[in-house]
């Protein structure tokens, strides 16, 4: 069973930066693309960005375009999340998940970190 581990949130000012990581157990963590969702209080879970299993594809939300990077370093198993200029807006918790493919499309995502809080002050 495949466990993801978010870590890297945190309270930060406006314009602030912070990097999410996410280690994932296993041996099949390459073979499949990654994502990271969000979710603010009273919202849905939103997409925020997703990477393919060999980092050649990414794709973002249109409003963290600019702003976060996506990226992997498939020898650590690790996922990450670079979020610059952060907005009070970006305050949510933020968690990774795996697809059930190596692509980013279709999304197909099966599992699904704890979650780690980012907090954005005005």
């Known amino acids: 069973q495949v466990q993801l581990v978010e870590s890297g949130g945190g309270l930060v000012q406006a314009g602030g930066s912070l990097r999410l990581s996410c280690l994932a157990s296993?041996?099949?963590?390459?073979?499949?693309?990654m994502g990271w969702f969000r979710q603010a209080p009273g919202k849905e879970r939103e997409f925020v960005a997703a990477?393919?299993?060999?980092?050649?594809?990414?794709d973002y939300e249109d409003s963290v375009k600019g702003r976060f990077t996506i990226s992997r370093d498939n020898a650590k198993n690790t996922v990450y999340l670079q979020m610059n200029s952060l907005k009070p807006e970006d305050t949510a918790v933020y968690y990774c998940?795996?697809?059930?493919?190596?692509?980013?499309?279709?999304?197909?995502?099966?599992?699904w970190g704890q979650g780690t809080q980012v907090t954005v002050s005005s």
């Open positions: 998940a795996r697809s059930q493919r190596s692509t980013i499309r279709p999304m197909t995502y099966g599992t």
């Open positions: 296993g041996r099949t963590f390459s073979s499949y693309a």
């Open positions: 990477i393919s299993w060999n980092g050649g594809v990414t």
